[in-house]
């Protein structure tokens, strides 16, 4: 099969020039107990794939990428129920085991088993499937590899979903709507009344402005530098759009003066959460869902905690439980509630996968899907 391959981490911009992802000819074994085969029919660029590409998250190389994706299963190991080839599934990064501390605990977007292995570039039930022309491994993204023809995953990564539901849809409930959607319902529980501003609207961002914007009585803030993107906010039901420069005005108009409620920083920079922290209301509470650099830290007035009330809230993954919130994210897009198709700029071959690096970092897309089976 085809696959986009990564062999070095830091390669110099711009990407159309520098190539750091090769489009390989990999081999792929059957799937084993507790795995499914799965044909990718769409897959997502995703910031968290450009993180991996610029070195911000460090990962064992070579590395098959992506991790946003949607299918058709195609083949299923032993021990796997509820799964049937034929089946229309949405791939999800983060395969829980079930049993460790954190899944018991309800919990299992931090499930430690899964950190582990997404760690090491293998997969729940075993060791990397990917070899390349020469025998050599190559390690899997997140549990998926899905810029790749096909994919065998661990069945803990997959949720069945209708037939019906268009792939190109499909594919962004995978990480975009549990991420920023989930750091909305399942992470800081926004309950009406509240007020809310995102910070950052790219896919995860614009998701949580989609998600605000169903809960009763809420006023949702949405600020980008790019203002090329406050009419998708909009559109996604922010009832205002800012710049970062006109943000602490702005908030202060709509809150008269007391701070919003809700801050979810989208961005990945310490800066940026440093600055929501400061725009929150005496109890509320910043969400952090970016991922900066690991060198990256975030100082602070320490008495705005126990002084003001204030709360600092990590979400992976947006706390999702992928089978219950990817079907009730789906039941609100049917229901014309979440406008999902602004997240989608355009669907394009794989081989264009390094030209579109470029333009991710550039903001001119949001989500940009590739058709691994494309000539």
Known sequence: MRSAVLREQGAARPYAESRPLAIEALEIAAPRPGEVGVRIERASLCHSDLSVVNGSRPRPLPMALGHEAAGIVEAVGDGVDGIAVGDHVVLVFVPSCGDCRECRAGRPALCSRAAEVNGSGELLHGASVLTDAVGGRVNHHLGVSAFAEYAVVAAESLVVIDRDVPFDIAAMFGCAALTGMGAVFNTAE????????????????????????????????????NTDKHELALRAGANAVATPD??????????????????????????????????????????????????????????????????????????AIPARDIARYIALWRAGRLPMELLHTDTVPLAEINESLDALVEGRVIRRLFVPNAA
């Open 190 to 225: 926004v309950v009406p009344g509240q007020s809310v501003i995102v910070f950052g609207l790219g896919a995860v961002g614009l998701a949580a402005v989609m998600a605000a914007a169903q809960i009763d009585d809420v006023v949702v803030i949405a600020v980008d530098p």
């Open 246 to 319: 006109a943000t602490a005005d702005l908030v202060a108009e709509l809150t008269g003066g007391v701070g919003v409620d809700i801050a979810i920083e989208a961005v990945g920079s310490a800066r940026v959460m440093g600055a929501c922290l400061e725009l929150l209301a005496r109890g509320g509470a910043l969400v952090s869902v970016g991922l900066p650099h690991p060198e990256q830290e975030l100082t602070v007035p320490a008495l705005q905690f126990a002084g003001s009330g204030k709360r600092l809230l990590g979400s992976y993954m947006g706390d």
